[in-house]
């Protein structure tokens, strides 16, 4: 849609989160908020841009990670505050122009598809509050908005309306450019409102029609209370989504599932589990309570009470409870129960033990251990990397090992047992009974 174009405004302090950290930066089921609503903009345009002022470079910076071409603008707050000054220096170059705020992550594409749509020069997204407090009211007259006027402005008749302004336009640009210069600041705030286009559009005889959108769609978040209700409305539709697609989910309510995770096949999922950053979940299974972190997981079995923390791509694999693997790249292996496996490469037939350690770090770097087909690793094992175990080895429980082993070999790294007879009652002072 070519002659569409869309502006988000994140130029707000968004004092309110009570935190030096931008609010449009904040997460939602893994990601920023902002990162959220310029995905959704980026499926009707090619033409997006974002206004920003605090904390701009650092805004920018995160914004391009993932959408370099994007258009950035920065916002004199102390000359031009408000929603209509934050547009002062865009350029308009599509026949439309979709207004957004950066603080609205549970926006819909067809929502901004139906906004684009309405045959009018400004078509404005509303809905009917059941609490309208803190809303600019909707003035209607018929089909058409006269007006809208903000919380603080507005008459004690004014302030029982329940039509409210959601904070979403779409002008015909060539509107916009005229409305632009005609507003001023005259309000309790003392700022420029993109909401007074109204007021002029109407006199210049330009057509402004209403949206009814969903309010739960256009919900703003100004405090980290309506960070979580936000963020427990989007998984709501993420878990929707993946069991739609034929994901199990056991007390769906209580899993977590990053919004770039996916999954593929047939996959079953146990309750307290956390799917976080980008996974790929392929038929397997995850246990109660268990952890992923931007991992592949294929045909295999996690949990429960497992930690996969990020790099890790596990096939054909048991890993059971309390295992945690880190950077570990495993086939057909059976890992049933506390170890920790970081920076490893195991394949197929290799049995890990109950207690193994890779002792991957050495105080100053991370190194790697390699293990290959058909070991069979003792309980209570600590392999200090660097170190690679070939094929069909076997090592004694206990053991240490710090060297390689070749195929076919028995590592044992234990010192002698010694039985001292009596000690017992020599050390407590108690009298021996034999």
Known sequence: MSNIGVVVLAAGLGTRMKSTKPKVLFELCGEAMIVHILRKAYEISDDVSVVL????????AKIKEFFPKIKIYEQNLKEFP???????????????????????PLVKTNDLIRLSSANADISVSIFEAANPQGYGRVIMNGSTIE????????????RLIKSVNAGCYC???????????????????????????????????????AVLVDEQNFMG??????????????????????????????????????????FEDECEIEENVSIIGECVIKNSKIKSSSVIENSVIENSDIG?????????HIKNTHIGNFVEVKAGKLNGVKAGHLSYLGDCEIEEGT?????????NYDGKAKHKTKIGKNVFIGSDTQLIAPVTVE???????GSTIASNIPSGALAISRTKQINKSGFFYKFFGAKDEK
């Not at 002022?53 to 920018?60: D, G, M, N």
């Not at 007006?147 to 004014?158: F, G, L, M, N």
């Not at 094929?391 to 429980?397: E, G, W």
Request: net charge neutral.
């Open 391 to 397: 094929d069909n080895v076997l090592i004694a429980a």
């Open 304 to 312: 429960p009470l497992a930690h996969i923390r990020p790099n890790s």
């Open 351 to 359: 049995n890990v033990g109950c207690g193994t350690i890779t002792c």
């Open 82 to 104: 408000g929603t209509a000054g934050a547009l002062k220096d865009v350029c308009l170059t599509s026949e439309k122009t979709i207004i957004m705020c950066g603080d609205m």
């Open 147 to 158: 007006d809208i006027v903000e919380q603080k402005d507005a008459s004690e008749s004014q």
């Open 53 to 60: 002022s605090y904390q701009k470079e650092i805004v920018e």
């Open 171 to 209: 002008f015909k640009s060539e509107a916009l450019k005229k409305i632009l210069p005609l507003i001023q600041n005259q309000n309790a705030q003392n700022e420029y409102y993109l909401t007074d286009a109204i007021k002029i559009a109407n006199k210049l005889n330009l057509k402004c029609s």
């Open 221 to 262: 978040i100004n405090d980290k209370f309506q960070l979580d209700i936000a963020q427990n409305l989007m998984q709501k539709e993420i878990r929707k989504k993946w069991m739609q697609a034929g994901v199990l989910m056991r007390l769906s309510d209580t899993v977590y599932i990053d919004s770039r995770a996916k």
